[in-house]
């Protein structure tokens, strides 16, 4: 079963907008971690935020911004003005304590391209 | 720049072979992750070393097979390669065992088996 859910396959936006990425995960572990990575095309992983679940305060980086509802089971990320740079493969991913320790178990990842 | 580093960055094979992939990790991470990256699997999780040791185990094939070594440097062994395994093989490190700290990764090594 997948633990985390990108339902966006791929989001187009024209530089400036906002845009939401969404992510839903599944667990049963009341203690566990939730992140997002950033994919450019050029290959690599960046790792963007970690939260835990104790910690629903949402935060705010920038232009990055993050929505953590745990009565949702939700973990999105809203990118503000947003700008061709952030053109990429976001992420969302779960760690929780599991058969496979605390690996991260990634979602299918949202492409997002932003035009000029 | 992670810190982590991947060798060799692009592979072409044959299927059948054998291949291996290596992985140095940031200077005192213990942990090093291994993770294959597929257009039709995504992301998936393979295997764990933290300090030499295994420490947890994804779906990884039994005709992989991994090793960390003293210096903590770790390698990932592919072998009887199918046309299947061609993917990105991501190594990422990490200061301890569990999630306490975030997981960089390297630039991947991109595998292609013909």
């Known amino acids: 079963a997948q633990k985390v859910t990108q339902a966006q396959t791929e989001i187009s936006v024209v530089e400036k907008e906002d845009v939401t990425l969404d992510c839903v995960y599944e667990?049963?572990?009341?203690?566990?971690?939730l992140f997002w990575y950033k994919q450019p095309p050029s290959g690599e992983l960046v790792f963007l935020i970690r939260?835990?679940?104790?910690?629903?305060q949402n935060e705010i980086s920038g232009r990055y911004s993050w929505n953590f509802q745990k009565s949702t089971s939700s973990f999105n990320f809203t990118i503000t003005a947003s700008q061709v740079v952030d053109s990429a493969v976001y992420f969302c991913a779960l760690s929780e304590n599991s058969n496979s320790g605390y690996a991260l178990n990634f979602g299918k990842g949202t492409s997002l391209l932003v035009t000029p | 720049d992670s810190g982590v580093t991947q060798t060799p960055k692009h592979l072409i094979t044959a299927t059948g072979q054998r291949v291996t992939l290596r992985c140095s990790p940031r200077?005192?991470?213990?942990?090093v992750y291994w993770y294959q990256q597929s257009l039709d699997q995504g992301l998936q999780f393979l295997i764990q070393y933290y300090n030499g040791e295994e420490r947890a185990k994804g779906n990884i094939l039994e005709r992989f097979s991994a090793q960390q070594f003293p210096d903590l440097h770790s390698e990932l062994n592919l072998s009887s390669l199918e046309l299947g395994d061609s993917a990105l093989y991501f190594c990422?490190?990490?200061?301890?065992?569990?999630?306490?700290?975030?997981?960089?990764f390297g630039e991947g090594s991109r595998l292609t088996v013909l």
């Open positions: 200077s005192g991470d213990l942990s």
């Open positions: 939260r835990n679940s104790f910690d629903e």
């Open positions: 990422a490190s990490s200061v301890g065992v569990g999630p306490a700290g975030e997981l960089f």
């Open positions: 667990t049963r572990d009341t203690t566990y971690y």
